[in-house]
């Protein structure tokens, strides 16, 4: 039997497929470089130690950058102290993390609270005490 024909290349999604790969690579790199300059370089009482940046979402142009923060902290008014340090920061963080990253433009950036890591947490807690109060039942 002959061999089946060649498979037709979608050049366009392999180029997709590229520039997702390279978004990707850019934003894993810009969370690293945040949280340097934000651990060694930011010094506001504001920021707790106990903090960690969950995700980086970078738009198309990469021109701006959303930045998803979250820490352990049980008090409200701390995370929005928290955010609002870091946001009032954005200028500085921003120029010294083109001293960490390699790329052609710095992208805006814009701080938000991510509460995903505390809703896990509350989650998991709650699937324990169902779990005690079934153990107690039997």
């Given at each position: 039997p002959?061999?089946?024909?060649?498979?037709?290349?979608?050049?366009?999604?392999?180029?997709?497929d590229a520039?997702?790969?390279?978004?990707?690579?850019q934003?894993?790199?810009?969370?690293?470089?945040?949280?340097?300059?934000?651990?060694?370089?930011?010094?506001?009482?504001?920021i707790?130690?106990?903090?960690?940046?969950t995700?980086?979402?970078?738009?198309?142009?990469?021109?701006?950058?959303k930045?998803?923060?979250?820490?352990?902290?049980?008090?409200?008014?701390e995370?929005?102290?928290?955010?609002k340090?870091?946001r009032?920061?954005?200028?500085?963080?921003?120029r010294?993390?083109?001293?960490?990253?390699?790329?052609?433009?710095?992208?805006e950036?814009?701080?938000?609270?991510?509460?995903?890591?505390?809703?896990?947490v509350?989650?998991?807690q709650?699937l324990r005490?169902?779990?005690t109060e079934?153990?107690?039942?039997?």
């Amino acid at each position: 039997p002959p061999p089946p024909p060649p498979t037709p290349v979608d050049y366009a999604k392999l180029q997709a497929d590229a520039i997702l790969q390279d978004a990707e690579r850019q934003a894993e790199e810009i969370r690293r470089g945040l949280d340097s300059v934000i651990r060694n370089q930011v010094k506001d009482p504001r920021i707790p130690d106990m903090f960690s940046i969950t995700k980086v979402e970078l738009a198309r142009d990469l021109k701006h950058c959303k930045v998803f923060v979250s820490t352990m902290s049980a008090n409200d008014q701390e995370k929005k102290d928290m955010l609002k340090a870091l946001r009032n920061a954005a200028g500085f963080i921003r120029r010294n993390l083109g001293q960490e990253v390699i790329m052609r433009a710095i992208p805006e950036l814009h701080f938000e609270l991510d509460d995903s890591i505390e809703y896990s947490v509350h989650i998991n807690q709650l699937l324990r005490s169902i779990s005690t109060e079934n153990k107690e039942e039997e």
